[in-house]
């Protein structure tokens, strides 16, 4: 997961605004696939503050980006114009740690609801990630989640 912790180092973003821009899209995915199954867990909120937390993003600013999130969420129908933002700034292999980082989100209440795996699966087509990898990503974050 070394993708959240360099992801602004190793993309040279020139603008504070993209770099929340990639910040807020991967939250909002993260909040969409919480929220598929009609209940927000406390342990999906862990996992979610875990993984924003690999973004460099101080914990303060962690909380008004999910509220702001979860505001904007309520209006959005989509998922294109979060992946859009992710496609034009991330290569493939950060886009598949985004996924897993969604997959997490899925196992932390321990239960995988079935709306939140076809969404993770339209969000992979979204991130025009094969098949073979929205496979490998589930079975790894299964494992992770099964060891902890």
Partial sequence: ???????????????????????????????EVAYADNQLDESELKAM???????DIQEGEIQEIVDATLAKSKESISFYE??????DQLDY???KEVLNSVWAIAFADGEMDKHEEHLIRRIADLLYLNHKDFIITKLNQKETNENS
Avoid at 3 to 27: G, M, P, R, V, W
Avoid at 49 to 55: D, G, P, R, V
């Fill in 93 to 95: 292999d950060q886009k």
């Fill in 1 to 31: 997961m070394n993708f959240f912790k360099n992801l602004f180092k190793t993309k040279k973003i020139e603008e504070k605004s993209k770099d929340n821009s990639i910040q807020k899209s991967i939250c909002s995915l993260m909040i």
């Fill in 82 to 87: 979060h992946t859009r933002i992710l496609n």
């Fill in 49 to 55: 503050a875990n993984s924003l937390s690999k973004l």
